[in-house]
């Protein structure tokens, strides 16, 4: 399953484009990552965002960034997974999605900020790129929780199989 999330991540980074206000664009990736975290849980959810998200680096050619995404987007999942669990992890519950949602992707501007500035050496362009990654983290945040709740029946008919 993780391998499946992994590669669903990968193909919504690279495939699905976000057209954001001001130009530019984000992508579904986060959308399919928090879902990955909902339903793996902190752990696997970290491979399979991490890794998925690494990947379509590597793919679309930004391989600077593929090592600060490994990291980024995997303590992202973990953060999402670990407060959804704290919350009950309720796939029908828009506020448990939402604040786990709000939180993983929290960790993902913050370490986005953080590579740019420290291993980039970006300086202020990395505070400018703040506002793209909040914006592609509301719209991971918003997707992920219309998506979860689409699939919940399928999400809980997996944890029953797993229990």
Do not use: H
């Amino acid at each position: 399953m993780a391998a499946v999330l992994a590669a669903l991540v990968c193909i919504a980074t690279i495939v699905i484009p976000i057209p954001l206000p001001g130009g530019g664009y984000a992508n579904a990736g986060d959308i399919v990552l928090l879902l990955a975290a909902y339903v793996l849980g902190p752990g696997w959810g970290a491979a399979a965002a991490g890794i998925g998200s690494c990947a379509a680096d590597l793919i679309l050619g930004y391989s600077a960034y593929a090592p600060g995404t490994l990291v980024v987007k995997a303590l992202d999942a973990v953060a999402a997974g670990l407060v959804f669990r704290a919350l009950g992890g309720r796939t029908r519950s828009v506020p448990a999605l939402a604040v786990s949602g709000a939180a993983g992707e929290a960790v993902m501007v913050l370490g986005y900020f953080g590579y740019e500035y420290l291993i980039l050496n970006s300086g202020a362009a990395a505070a400018v790129g703040m506002i793209p990654n909040l914006l592609q983290g509301a719209a991971g945040v918003i997707g992920s929780a219309l998506l979860t709740m689409a699939l919940s029946k399928v999400i809980d008919g997996i944890r029953k199989d797993e229990a």
